[in-house]
């Protein structure tokens, strides 16, 4: 089981970012994906979570009416779309996978390397 998440990238604030996590060893009919970032000097928070039965979506407070979690089972990636960023969502984003979405962060697994996500003028 491997989660590859992508799309990082340096960016304006109010700008728009796409992050991408790829799915290989297992299918996104079983498992739900979620969004996590971390910043320097700053604990793991979660971002964002889609289900695997009914695509319901879970999204952090912080990130309500900006961000975007979706799926395309067919290319078995998860997407989330960033807009109206802020300085404050820099960090980096990891992806992560689980039986469902409201559980403890610690029950997350298949960490991936994350990508780099700045906001800056």
């Known amino acids: 089981v491997q989660l590859q998440a992508s799309g990082g990238g340096l960016v304006q604030p109010g700008g728009s970012l796409r992050l991408s996590c790829a799915v290989s060893g297992f299918t996104l009919d079983d498992y739900v994906i979620g969004w996590f970032r971390q910043a320097p000097g700053k604990e793991r928070e979660g971002v964002s979570c889609?289900?695997?039965?009914?695509?319901?979506?879970y999204p952090g407070d912080s990130v309500k009416g900006r961000f975007t979690i979706s799926r395309d089972n067919a290319k078995n990636t998860v997407y989330l779309q960033m807009n109206s960023l802020k300085p404050e969502d820099t960090a980096v984003y990891f992806c992560?996978?689980?039986?469902?979405?409201?559980?403890?962060?610690?029950?997350?697994?298949?960490w991936g390397q994350g990508t780099q996500v700045t906001v800056s003028s």
């Open positions: 889609i289900s695997s039965s009914d695509g319901k979506i």
């Open positions: 992560a996978t689980a039986p469902e979405c409201v559980v403890p962060m610690s029950v997350f697994s298949s």
